[in-house]
């Protein structure tokens, strides 16, 4: 079993920035790859940005030159610096990972609960 804890989300007005934070724990022998996925109301869940183990970063076209994906310092984190934010911005932000529990298990997906990002004036 996998746990999040995500942060960071709100209210911001269109041009502004925020910036999530995600940490995995629990049952994570080895990672490779984490990130965001976003899903708006009536829409369906769509990656943001992913970076694979080692490098590999992934972006959304409708994101590109504006967010940045990071991995912490502390294991098992990643980040999501958004700028220039839009109103189609708007969504729930999910914080992504793909890991193995174990040395001989599959890889498996998994999602947070998620952080309300809202961008309106």
């Known amino acids: 079993q996998v746990r999040f804890v995500e942060s960071g989300g709100g209210l911001v007005q269109p041009g502004g920035s925020l910036r999530l934070s995600c940490a995995a724990s629990g049952s994570i022998f080895s990672v490779a790859t984490m990130g965001w996925y976003r899903q708006a109301p009536g829409k369906q869940r769509e990656l943001v940005a992913t970076?694979?183990?080692?490098?590999?970063?992934n972006y959304a076209d409708s994101v590109k030159g504006r967010f940045t994906v990071s991995r912490g310092n502390a294991k098992n984190t990643v980040n999501l610096q958004m700028n220039s934010l839009k109103p189609e911005d708007t969504a729930l932000y999910l914080c992504?990972?793909?890991?193995?529990?174990?040395?001989?298990?599959?890889?498996?997906?998994?999602w947070g609960q998620g952080t309300q990002v809202t961008v309106s004036s």
């Open positions: 970076i694979a183990t080692p490098g590999g970063i």
């Open positions: 992504y990972l793909r890991a193995q529990s174990g040395e001989f298990a599959p890889e498996r997906d998994s």
